[in-house]
Nanobody, 126 residues
Framework: HVQLVESGGGSVQAGGSLRLACAHSGYGGACMGWFRQAPGKEREGVAAIYSEGGTTYYSDSVKGRFTISQDDSKNTVYLQMNSLKNEDTAVYYC??????????????????????WGQGTQVTVS
């Protein structure tokens, strides 16, 4: 059983930065992804990393501003968010899939392939 616990959310001014962390226990999954859901909108995948090799994938909305990384020694996946915009406001979720990010996350996101999800952490940009 995989457990995911997100941390690092909070409130920040536009243009600022935050770093989210996702600590996982046991098997972290082949593909670790970050998703977000804003009020009244569908959940979207924003970034993913293939645990073996570290290949990363980003949505167009965050490419160049967000960076996903992993620290295997800490069983943690990070999402560094820079140049934050108001539209980045959302609940951010960490998720794990037993499948490779390609094609689970790229070129299109298949949420059903992500079997394990964290509880979410709120990010508010104002």
């Amino acid at each position: 059983h995989v457990q995911l616990v997100e941390s690092g959310g909070g409130s920040v001014q536009a243009g600022g930065s935050l770093r989210l962390a996702c600590a996982h226990s046991g098997y972290g999954g082949a593909c670790m992804g970050w998703f977000r859901q804003a009020p009244g909108k569908e959940r979207e995948g924003v970034a993913a990393i293939y645990s073996e090799g570290g290949t990363t994938y980003y949505s167009d909305s965050v490419k160049g501003r967000f960076t996903i990384s992993q620290d295997d020694s800490k069983n943690t996946v990070y999402l560094q968010m820079n140049s934050l915009k108001n539209e980045d406001t959302a609940v951010y979720y960490c998720a794990a899939s037993r499948y490779d990010c390609k094609p689970t996350f790229y070129p299109s996101v298949s949420e059903s392939d992500f079997a394990w999800w964290g509880q979410g952490t709120q990010v508010t940009v104002s």
